[in-house]
């Protein structure tokens, strides 16, 4: 989780925005679908706390699509 959020969270406030996970992508519909596996609720932001809570294969499975 770590290092999604190093990745991905780059103004490092703890919350993980749409605008910045898909800005990592080169393909951005692929990267809108990501995010909808991320931001189940639709708020456009993902805390810590709330990525932790989401099923770890999540993660994996997102940067194995992020080409």
Not at 1 to 10: C, G, K, L, P, S
Not at 38 to 46: A, F, Y
Request: no cysteine.
């Amino acid at each position: 989780m770590d290092a999604v959020f190093i990745r991905y969270d780059t103004n490092r406030d703890g919350v993980l925005t749409k605008e910045e996970f898909v800005q990592h992508w080169q393909d951005k519909q692929r990267a809108d679908t990501a995010w909808k596996k991320i931001d189940q609720e639709g708020k456009g932001s993902v805390d810590r706390m709330r990525a932790k809570s989401l099923p770890p294969d999540i993660w994996g499975d997102i940067e194995s699509e992020n080409i």
